[in-house]
């Protein structure tokens, strides 16, 4: 077991006096095994990125725990050296001022200060190499004289010179064009290969469905559905999925006028952990009301 959250609960006090809350994430429970892609999929504010940031360590859970290998999810380098975050803006991950040169030296300095400066800069290209960027034409560079894609790229490379075992990668193709889209979805295909467990965090469903083996679909800070990525949209239980994944963009209206399944199958049927389990390793909360 690699990543494993349980019953994760993130409440944020907002407003001036910090009077009133809102519940980001509520009583999430689910891991990431070494080699798996899970996705995150859930429409804007349910809660994704609130998710990523607690398992990077730079926020703390209210309730439950987030351990990975057994370890309290904590900023600090022992962690990162498992656990890395790429982000949607590629270009705030970069200090302006650094040439990409200097971001893979620095990696040397805090992670790998043994290893010969000439087998060093070896490892460099060849990881430059294999997330199909030119090293002599990125080395040497300004973030800005780069393109979003050759930074997304810039940043796997670094994850694969830390050699880490889980990425969170949060809304990373957002900002590229639809090749460099899928030139950077086949490189984490690719890494998933070699053992590394991502969570893929997106609101585009079609790029959650080309990676994953599980997806996991997240509604206001719940999980209202989660299993094999062919079954979950393949055979969607939850109606909040099924609006989801339909061509229709109904997502405005509130999901249980817009469906009503007229049964309950938490109630009717007994659940663990609030979600039951329809079918081997597929789970769905309850489908009739939120507070049921
Ligand atoms: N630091 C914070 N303080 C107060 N509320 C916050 C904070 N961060 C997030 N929230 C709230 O928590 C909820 C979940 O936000 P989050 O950013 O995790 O959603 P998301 O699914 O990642 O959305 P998006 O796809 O738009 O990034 C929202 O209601 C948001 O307003």
Redesign the pocket.
């Known amino acids: 077991m690699m990543l494993r959250l349980d019953h994760v609960t993130?409440v944020?006090?907002?407003g001036a006096f910090g009077g009133r809350t809102?519940?980001?994430?509520k009583d999430v429970s689910f891991d990431v095994a070494p080699g798996e892609v899970v996705s995150l999929i859930?429409?804007?504010?349910?809660?994704?990125?609130?998710?990523?940031?607690l398992i990077l360590g730079l926020?703390r859970a209210t309730g439950g725990t987030i351990t990975f290998d057994g370890r309290p999810a904590r900023a600090g380098k022992d962690y990162y050296r498992d656990v890395q975050g790429i982000f949607?803006d590629p270009f705030s991950s970069f200090n302006p001022v650094f040439k990409a040169d200097r971001v893979f030296a620095m990696i040397k300095e805090s992670y790998h200060p043994g290893v010969p400066e000439g087998e060093w800069a070896e490892r460099v290209r060849t990881a430059l190499r294999d997330v199909r960027l030119n090293p002599d034409q990125v080395l040497g560079k300004f973030p800005h004289q780069l393109s979003g894609g050759q930074l997304q790229r810039l940043l796997i490379a670094r994850a694969l010179l830390l050699e880490i075992r889980l990425l969170v990668a949060?809304?990373i193709t957002s900002m590229l064009d639809a090749s460099t889209r899928i030139d950077v979805l086949n490189l984490l295909a690719e890494l998933k290969t070699r053992g590394l467990g991502v969570l893929y965090?997106t609101?585009d469903l079609s790029l959650g469905n080309y990676l994953a083996e599980r997806t996991i679909v997240?509604r206001?800070?719940a999980v209202v559905e989660m299993g094999p990525t062919g079954d979950v949209f393949g055979d969607p239980l939850h109606p909040y999925t099924r609006e989801l994944l339909s061509a229709v963009p109904r997502l405005h209206e509130d999901w249980a006028d817009a469906e009503d399944p007229g049964t309950c199958l938490y109630h009717e049927r007994g659940a663990s952990g609030g979600l039951l389990e329809a079918a081997p390793g597929h789970l769905v909360a309850c489908a009739r009301s939120k507070t049921c």
């Open positions: 993130k944020f006090r907002i809102v519940t980001a994430v859930g429409e804007s504010g349910s809660g994704k990125s609130t998710l990523g940031r926020s949607q949060d809304e965090i609101h997240l206001e800070g």
